[in-house]
């Protein structure tokens, strides 16, 4: 991650808007691949049951799922070919636009699930936490790169970390495992490209404060912690014992694509939050672990991206993304497994969701523009 944080007038003058060029990684790219078409295919087989149960068609989630994840695909595409750097001038004003859409949520926002996370312009609706996520990560990395060698002082620090952290608070009043998440993106970029370590130290047990102080605030978050401890104690564990049966039957090889059990109605949300569970249980041991290497290689060929990118804003926007895309498909891994308490959090790219494959794909476009400036860089 070489080169000058700040963008000077003579390289200004090198950014170009468009580029025809139609470099990509391809390993990451065959990794992304796989993951979406995977994704695809477990959307029809955990919701085609509840599908015709609600509205009398098998593909109505999966068709829903295919126009929202080709629609991002083009738009990941539309990015990729943008340079990168334009994000750098503009990252505040998205920052701004994602605290306003989360203050909005909080006065207009329509409940899902007992806490308003939706904002709806006719028909259509969509989640502002997610974009929140793709807003922390360019604003954060455009700051720790125009401020690397300040960041080694705490008042520098904690001015960086503001905007961010009100972000996050607006979102933890309705959703607190999603401002966990951006927590998380918002600790790993600035440790990242901080200079100094001593103060994350610190910065992460306010974290693991902050979070107990939502949760002792919320009963029903408290609540969830007994769950956790005891699932069959409670009427409310019914989800999680649920998830564990679906886990536990599948074995080494699985019941067969299709042939699961516990999503004809015994899992909640069996496309959505816990489509891992039925990947555990049709594809066994052997899917699950293929599901996380193909995650894993994904992850690999992004930080060789940012390891290698033109600049540090680069790097930091490429280690945002991961950050994003490993912290979820682990908490959502965790939760399936009965690791943590159980929570609302998808599984990255897989599970059922147009907010969700929106702004991870359009993350994805960013990873692929700076992926670009790498060869170019080479080229020179």
């Excluded at 929202?68 to 738009?75: D, E, G, N, S, T």
């Excluded at 989360?102 to 609706?125: E, P």
């Excluded at 929140?132 to 790169?145: G, N």
Aim: proline share 3%.
């Amino acid at each position: 991650m070489n080169g000058s944080p700040k963008v000077s007038e003579d390289s200004r003058k090198k950014i170009r808007v468009w580029s025809a060029e139609s470099y990509v990684d391809v390993g990451m790219m065959i990794a992304l691949l796989i993951i979406l078409v995977m994704g695809l295919v477990m959307i029809y087989s955990t919701s085609s049951y509840r599908a015709n149960e609600l509205y009398g068609d098998n593909w109505y989630f999966f068709k829903r799922q295919t126009i929202y994840m080709l629609a991002a695909v083009c738009v990941m595409i539309a990015i990729s070919r943008y340079d990168y750097r334009m994000l750098l001038p503009v990252s505040k004003g998205i920052l701004f636009s994602s605290m306003a859409l989360q203050i909005l949520v909080l006065v207009m926002g329509t409940a899902s699930h007992g806490s308003a996370r939706w904002l709806y312009i006719g028909s259509v609706g969509f989640q502002p936490s997610e974009y929140a996520k793709t807003a922390i990560i360019i604003y954060t990395a455009a700051q720790a790169s125009m401020r690397s060698r300040e960041l080694a002082r705490p008042s520098v620090l904690l001015k960086v970390m503001a905007l961010p952290l009100i972000t996050i608070v607006l979102i933890g009043v309705e959703n607190l495992s999603t401002a966990i998440i951006c927590f998380a993106i918002l600790f790993i970029v600035l440790f990242v490209g901080s200079p100094t370590v001593r103060h994350f130290v610190i910065i992460g047990l306010c974290g693991i404060a902050g979070g107990g102080l939502f949760i002792a605030f919320a009963g029903y978050r408290a609540n969830r912690v007994k769950i956790w401890l005891a699932p069959e104690k409670y009427d409310d564990g019914y989800q999680t014992i649920q998830s564990l049966y679906a886990v536990g039957s599948g074995g080494l090889f699985g019941r067969g694509l299709g042939n699961s059990v516990q999503k004809m109605g015994f899992i909640p949300e069996s496309h959505n939050d816990m489509i891992f569970s039925v990947i555990c249980e049709e594809l066994g041991i052997v899917g699950a672990v293929f599901v996380i290497v193909l995650f894993l290689v994904l992850l690999c060929r992004m930080a060789l991206i940012a390891m290698n990118s033109r600049d540090r804003f680069g790097g930091l926007l490429v280690s945002g993304v991961m950050a994003h895309v490993a912290v979820q498909m682990l908490i959502n891994v965790s939760v399936v497994t009965n690791t943590i308490p159980p929570t609302g959090v998808p599984m990255p790219l897989i599970s059922y969701g147009g907010s969700s494959i929106i702004f991870i794909l359009i993350e994805m476009g960013i990873v692929m523009s700076v992926a670009h400036g790498c060869v170019a860089a080479e080229e020179k």
